[in-house]
C-alpha cells in the first residue's frame, strides 16, 4: 500500500507537470494542486506503518481536512479538464487518485480499530497485572511479613516492585539451596567415608569372630576329649571299685556268715544247756548277771546285724544301678 501511495504522489506530480506543459495554467492552481500533492505525501508518510510520522502520532489519522481540500480541487480541475484535450486520462487518474484515497481511508480505520483494540488490552493486561501483584504481596505478606515491612497496606506496591522482590528472593533461595546441596554433598561423602570404615572394622570383627569361634572350637572338643577321658577313667575306677567292694562285701559276707554259724552254734548249745537246766530241775543252776548280761547284749547284736543285711545289700545294688545310667 505504500509504494502504491508513492506511485499515485508521483502520479500527481505528472499530471501536474502535463497540464502546465500542454496548457497555458495559472499560477494559483498550479500551487493548489501543488499542495494538494503535498498534502496526499504527508498523508501517505504518517499512515505507512514504521515511519516517524507514524510513530510520532498521538492518534489516527483523519481524513475531514484533507477529504474537503481534495473535493474543492477536484471540482476545480474537472472543471478545467472539460476545456482540455486530455480530461479523460487526467480524469482516470484523478479516479486512480480517488480509489486510493479510499483505501488510505480504510487503511487508517483499520488501524484505529487496532490502536483501540491494543489501548484495550493494554489495560485488560494492566488489570491483570494489578491482580498478581495484589495476589503475590498477599502470599509474600503470609509467608514473611519482614519482606514488605516497608510497603503500606493501604497503597499497594506495583508489580515491578513485587517481581524484583520475588527475583530477589529466589536468588536468596537459590544460593540457600545451592549451600544445602553443597553440605549434602559433604554429608553424603562422609557418609561414604564412614561406611567404608565400617565395612572394614566389619571385616575385621568378622575375622575377629572367626578366630574366636576356631579357637572356642578347638576348646570345645578338647574339653570334650578330657570329658571322655575324665569318664571312661572315672568309669574304670568305679568298676574297680565295685569289684573291690564287692569282694570285700562277700568276703565280709562270709565272715559274718561263719561267726554267725559259730554263734548260733554256740547260742543253740547254750539254749540247749539251759533248755535242759530249765526243765530238769535237779540240775538247774541259776546264772550270775555277769554272765548273762554280756551273752543277752552278744544276741542282740547279732538280731540287729541279721536284720540291717538284707538293706544293706538293696542298697548296693542300687548305687550299682545309678552308676550303670550315668554311664549310659
Known sequence: MTSEGHEHASTLDADKASLGGSKS????????????????????????????AAQGSDGPVTFEDFRKEYDQAIGELRQRCKRLDA????????????????ELQ??????????????????EHGATLHRIGDKIEGE???LDPRVLANVSNSAPAPPEMLLDMVIGGYARNLNYIGNLTYQISQIEENCRSLGNQLNDQNDSHQ??????????????????REREDAEELYIKE???????????????????TNKLNSQRDTFTAESTALRNALTTGDRFQPMTDSVLTPRFKDLLFLVSNLARLPFR????????????????
Open 207 to 224: 575375622r575377629y569372630l572367626g578366630e574366636l569361634q576356631r579357637a572356642h572350637t578347638k576348646k570345645l572338643e578338647l574339653a570334650r
Open 87 to 102: 480530461a479523460e486520462i487526467l480524469l482516470f487518474r484523478l479516479t486512480t487518485v480517488t480509489r486510493f484515497v479510499d
Open 25 to 52: 495554467q495559472s499560477g494559483a492552481d498550479d500551487s493548489r494542486v501543488a499542495g494538494l500533492v503535498r498534502r496526499a505525501k504527508k498523508i501517505v508518510r504518517r499512515g505507512r506503518p514504521g515511519s516517524t
Open 313 to 328: 545289700q538293696r542298697d548296693d545294688s542300687r548305687a550299682a544301678a545309678i552308676s550303670a545310667e550315668r554311664r549310659a
Open 140 to 142: 509474600m505478606r503470609k
Open 238 to 256: 568305679i568298676e574297680k571299685l565295685k569289684t573291690d567292694h564287692a569282694g570285700e562285701i562277700n568276703s565280709l559276707n562270709s565272715s559274718y
Open 106 to 123: 480504510s487503511r487508517n480505520s483499520e488501524l484505529t480499530e487496532r490502536h483501540n483494540n491494543a489501548v484495550t488490552a493494554m489495560r
